[in-house]
């Protein structure tokens, strides 16, 4: 539930909006047998990963100097 995310993320130190946004950008190529560095107990050393920040630095719309589409 939202709660337990919510709760999870305060216990393991992350804002749940950022842990959320990014886990979104990233799970529609994310291997499904490695489902669990996605989880906030391990967000921390997958967020870390050189791969990771490549795929989040691609797929961010953060720092965008035009809108979607123009």
Same mark, same amino acid.
């Given at each position: ?6 709760? +999870? ?12 946004? !990014? ?10 047998? !490695?489902?669990? !560095?996605? +989880? ?17 630095? !691609?797929? +961010?719309?953060?720092?965008? +100097? ?5």
């Amino acid at each position: 539930t939202c709660v337990s995310l919510i709760a +999870s993320c305060a216990l393991h130190d992350l804002n749940p909006l950022a842990y959320l946004h !990014e886990v979104l950008l990233l799970i529609p190529t994310w291997p499904k047998d !490695e489902m669990i !560095e996605l +989880s906030p107990v391990r967000w921390g050393a997958t967020r870390m990963r050189d791969d990771v920040v490549a795929l989040l630095a !691609e797929r +961010s719309l953060l720092g965008r +100097s035009r809108p979607i589409g123009s």
